[in-house]
C-alpha cells in the first residue's frame, strides 16, 4: 500500500526566515506524481506545488521549492522569506501514475509564522 | 474567489435528516471529486465523477449517495447519518482522471455536524 508519512505535526518560523517541511512516501511505482497542498484556517486546499517523479530537476514556485530525492523516497518542501500568510496547515499528497483522482494525503504538518 | 464552490459552508442535522451539499466549479473541468476530512485521519477519497460517470466509490456507506447532473456540478445526498460522520467534505476538480497528473482543485469544504 502506497502511505505518505509527515514527521512533524507542528513547526514554527519567525517571519522572512527559511523553513523546510519533510515529507517521505512509500511505493513501488516509478510513474508517479507529489503534490504540497496548503490549508489556511479558511479551510480552502490550496496547491502549493507539485513535481513529476520522472522529472529530476526539482520543482520551484516563487518562494516555495521542493528537494526531491527519488531513490530516498523523500519529497520535502522549503519555504523561503516566510510571511505570516503562510501560516497554515501543509499536506504532502502522492498521486499515483494513472491514478483517478486518488490523491494520497499525509497527516499534515501545523506551521505557524512569527512576527 | 475560487473556482470550486460549495454550499453549504456549515450543516448541522439530525442523524433522521436528509441533506445535500452542493459543488460547483467554474474551470472548464470534466472531472468532479468528493473528499473527507475527518479530525484524526488523513483526507480520505470519497467518490470520483469523469465526465459525469462515477469512475470509483472507496467503499463508502450507501448512506452518502453522489450525483453528477454535468460536468459543472456534483452532488453529495446525505440520510441516516451518524455523528462520526461529523467531517469537512471537500469537493474537487481537475481537467480528465486519465491523464496521469492532472492537477486537482478543491474547494473551501462543507463542515458538516450529525447530532
Known amino acids: 500500500a502506497q502511505t505518505v508519512t509527515q514527521s512533524q505535526p507542528e513547526m514554527s518560523v519567525q517571519e522572512a526566515e527559511t523553513v523546510t517541511l519533510s515529507c517521505t512516501y512509500d511505493?513501488?511505482?516509478?510513474?508517479?506524481?507529489l503534490f504540497w497542498y496548503k490549508q489556511p484556517p479558511s479551510r480552502q486546499m490550496i496547491l502549493v506545488i507539485r513535481q513529476e517523479a520522472y522529472k529530476q530537476q526539482n520543482a520551484t514556485e516563487n518562494r516555495f521549492s521542493v528537494n526531491f530525492q527519488k531513490a530516498a523516497k523523500s519529497f520535502s518542501l522549503k519555504i523561503s522569506d516566510s510571511q505570516l500568510g503562510d501560516t497554515a496547515m501543509y499536506f504532502c499528497?502522492?498521486?499515483?501514475?494513472?491514478?483517478?483522482?486518488?490523491?494520497?494525503f499525509g497527516k499534515g504538518t501545523k506551521l505557524s509564522v512569527k512576527p | 474567489e475560487t473556482g470550486v464552490t460549495q454550499t453549504p459552508r456549515h450543516l448541522v442535522m439530525g442523524m433522521t435528516n436528509k441533506k445535500s451539499l452542493k459543488c460547483e466549479q467554474h474551470?472548464?473541468?470534466?472531472?468532479m471529486y468528493w473528499y473527507k476530512q475527518s479530525a484524526k485521519k488523513p483526507l480520505e477519497l470519497m467518490f470520483v465523477y469523469s465526465l459525469e460517470e462515477r469512475v470509483e466509490n472507496n467503499s463508502v456507506p450507501s448512506r452518502f449517495s453522489p450525483e453528477c447532473p454535468n460536468s459543472s456540478h456534483l452532488f453529495l445526498h446525505l440520510h441516516t447519518l451518524q455523528p462520526e460522520d461529523s467531517a469537512l467534505y471537500l469537493c474537487?476538480?481537475?481537467?480528465?482522471?486519465?491523464?496521469?497528473?492532472?492537477?486537482?482543485?478543491f474547494g473551501e469544504g462543507s463542515w458538516l455536524t450529525v447530532v
Open positions: 499528497a502522492f498521486l499515483p501514475g494513472g491514478s483517478q483522482g486518488n490523491l494520497i
Open positions: 474537487a476538480s481537475s481537467q480528465e482522471t486519465r491523464l496521469a497528473g492532472n492537477t486537482i482543485y
Open positions: 474551470l472548464g473541468h470534466n472531472a
Open positions: 511505493t513501488s511505482e516509478n510513474n508517479y506524481y
